[in-house]
């Protein structure tokens, strides 16, 4: 007696030793670039750079900001766009899981209850007939295709890459959200620093428009001189609805950062002397910067899926082969459905390949490749892109050190000028109105220095979040 189905077990078993087709992935190689910036781009900053040295905290904490660090934590509490990238990263894991499930034997329990009749052709010429009669069926059946080939694992692998996208999507998003939240918060502080130095300004000009209303009255200024100091006066007036809008708007945007209603919260009122310039910068290597930030990891992980899918499309170029089996109650009448004469039972095995499909399958592999090649150019354009960013972030600091000295420099040579002005003034050599105007301009160089010094702290705040941050702790 033949015994085909032992047979296509024991077939399974051997062919269950096969190697998995498809490409197997392996990491892309570290860029070979030693440093960022070409050699004769010299890195002057105003604080120290550690080549080579990991962000080893929280990077925001750097600017020694208690006000600061608890809005950061408010931020990754309740930004919703955190709580969406949790929740895809959960969906892409359970993905996994209903993917691997491929790989084990599927188990249904099914009941049949109907009625039957059979035609007269059934059992030839013959004058035996079978009336309509009710029947009933229930039992489990039991279905599993061996992975041959590994199309399953190759899916499985695609779904955990792809999961694994996810989980640095949310590193990503958790970079995005602190470096955004620090750049409104400098936002808030650097505007009102401006503002005060504006306001320094327009109280001088005033006091000179009152000096030369003055003179004027004596018959000693004209009427252009007015309506030239005025003038003046408005357009620095002028400068202060801007500042205020810049603040409002960076208000209004941490509220949303923080989940909040911007009319129902508002954030701390930073200034620059609660915030510490970091003195140290940590800068990772090119090539551990590859292996760190969040995006870069992502487009890893996306050429990893890509690498699985050839490996999907090419086990569908091959055999498959399904083994089935079932276990049924049979009765007529639902009483006697668990006698054990009515036990009946099934085990199948079929095997289908692929013959003629039009070149579907072969394009379907082929286009695969072409992804997979996609994916790596992806991949190599988010590097570059990345040690770019960083480059730009590292020839600002040294630009923003070269404008701060200039500015100290103008300080320093206004400082000077209004201190030999008002020497003048008392031995009667100068006008009251030349001292003013000195004051003015010292004034206009606190304001240049105040900028440079805010663009330090913007330019530092980039360059940590160019580095990718700090890593998102994992409950």
Avoid at 360 to 378: D, I, N, P, V
């Amino acid at each position: 007696m033949n015994r085909p189905i032992p047979l296509i077990i024991c077939l399974a078993a051997l062919l269950s030793a096969c190697t998995v087709v498809g490409p197997d992935f392996k990491s892309p190689d570290a860029p070979a670039a030693k440093a960022y910036t070409p050699e004769s781009e010299v890195l002057t900053t105003a604080q120290r750079i550690s080549v080579g040295k990991q962000l080893e905290m929280d990077w925001w904490r750097l600017f020694s900001s208690n006000q600061l660090n608890d809005l950061v934590k408010q931020a990754l509490d309740d930004n919703y766009s955190i709580t969406a990238a949790q929740e895809t990263l959960a969906q892409a894991e359970e993905a996994v899981k209903a993917e691997n499930g491929g790989l084990m034997p599927q188990v249904t329990l099914g009941g049949t209850a109907g009625r039957q009749k059979y035609g007269v052709a059934l059992f030839g010429p013959s004058n035996f007939k079978i009336p309509p009669f009710n029947y009933y069926e229930v039992g489990p059946q039991v279905s599993w295709s061996p992975d041959f080939f590994g199309g399953t694992q190759r899916g499985v692998e695609r779904q955990k890459a792809l999961a694994e996208y996810q989980s640095h999507q949310l590193d990503a998003a958790y970079v995005t959200l602190t470096g955004n939240v620090v750049a409104e918060a400098l936002e808030i502080a650097a505007a009102k620093a401006e503002i005060n130095a504006v306001e320094k300004i327009v109280a001088e000009d005033k006091k000179t428009l009152n000096l030369v209303q003055a003179a004027f009255n004596a018959g000693a200024e004209t009427k252009v001189d007015i309506l030239t100091v005025r003038s003046q006066l408005e357009n620095n007036q002028a400068l202060l609805p801007p500042l205020k809008q810049r603040i409002s708007i960076a208000r209004h945007a941490l509220a949303v950062l923080v989940g909040k209603p911007p009319g129902n919260w508002a954030p701390p009122e930073f200034t620059l002397d609660s915030l510490i310039l970091p003195k140290e910068l940590p800068v990772a290597m090119p090539s551990e910067l590859a292996h760190k930030r969040p995006d870069i990891l992502a487009a890893e992980a996306n050429l990893h899926a890509a690498s699985a899918a050839v490996g999907v499309a090419t086990a569908n170029l091959y055999p498959k082969i399904t083994i089935s089996a079932s276990t049924l109650q049979e009765a007529l009448i639902p009483g006697r459905l668990f006698e054990g004469a009515n036990n009946a039972w099934s085990l199948a095995g079929g095997i289908t390949a692929p013959v003629l499909n039009g070149g579907t399958l072969s394009a379907e592999k082929r286009g695969a490749e072409h992804a997979y090649q996609a994916a790596l150019a992806q991949y190599q354009e988010t590097v570059l892109h990345a040690f770019g960013q960083v480059a730009d972030a590292l020839t600002a600091l040294t630009h923003d050190a070269e404008l701060s000295a200039a500015q100290q420099k103008a300080y320093d040579t206004t400082h000077t000028s209004l201190t030999l002005a008002r020497k003048s003034y008392q031995s009667g050599e100068t006008s009251l109105l030349q001292v003013e105007e000195a004051e003015r301009q010292l004034a206009q160089a606190q304001l240049g220095l105040i900028r440079a010094q805010i663009q330090l702290y913007q330019d530092t705040a980039a360059l940590f979040v160019a580095l990718g941050g700090s890593p998102i702790p994992r409950e």
